[in-house]
T-cell receptor, first 114, second 113 residues
């Protein structure tokens, strides 16, 4: 069974440029998460989807971040424009349910804004 | 709000040594508790979990017991191996806010031969 797939693995951009990350969750997983992990810290939830609906986006900086999950499968996270402080690893995870259901993580996209 | 506090690292041990990584939490109600492991260059993987008080999660020789009275979920292993070198994250999911997980800052473990 394929795991959560993210691309790209690494991205270096100049500040003020846009950037997008893509995530393909495990087949059949209705719940999809985007996390941001700063260096030396644990992941912080940005947004959670149940199918195609964003049910928790309270931590998403909506002035520059956007996300979509068309058809309730793949998801894209976008930053426009990027700032130096956005440098981090962006993790996507999926699970078959909420509550205590295990979340499976992708390898992440390491973003460097210069 | 919810929070997870892990012992600060890095932790360096010799092979076959005993491992303890402390984790305490603050949450409303009775959350589910998790330990995730992140090997170099890889994503987070669930190591073990416990969903109610006094439950013991175990996997690959690692154990952690959900202690409601001390709000703790310490990770232990009796004999570590070089291959256990990784970053370990303690996390919780609150009962009332399913899916809104909170992670600790991680503890880096290095095991030397």
């Amino acid at each position: 069974e394929a795991g959560v797939v993210q691309s790209p693995r690494y991205k270096i951009i100049e500040k003020k440029q846009p950037v997008a990350f893509w995530c393909n969750p495990i087949s059949g997983h209705n719940t999809l998460y985007w996390y941001r992990q700063n260096l030396g810290q644990g992941p912080e939830l940005l947004i959670r989807y149940e199918n195609e609906e964003a049910v928790d986006d309270s931590q998403l900086p909506k002035d520059r971040f956007s996300a979509e999950r068309l058809k309730g499968v793949d998801s894209t996270l976008k930053i426009q424009p990027a700032e130096l402080g956005d440098s981090a690893v962006y993790l996507c995870a999926s699970s078959s349910g909420t509550g205590s259901a295990e979340a499976f993580f992708g390898q992440g996209t390491r973003l460097t804004v210069v | 709000g919810n929070s997870v506090t892990q012992m600060e690292g890095p932790v360096t041990l010799s092979e076959e040594a005993f491992l303890t990584i402390n984790c305490t939490y603050t949450a409303t109600g009775y959350p589910s508790l998790f330990w995730y492991v992140q090997y170099p260059g890889e994503g987070l993987q669930l190591l073990l979990k416990a969903t109610k008080a006094d439950d013991k999660g175990s996997n690959k020789g690692f154990e952690a017991t959900y202690r409601k009275e001390t709000t703790s979920f310490h990770l232990e292993k009796g004999s570590v191996q070089v291959s256990d070198s990784a970053v370990y994250f303690c996390a919780l999911i609150p009962l009332l806010y399913a899916g809104k997980s909170t992670f600790g800052d991680g503890t880096t473990l290095t095991v030397k031969p």
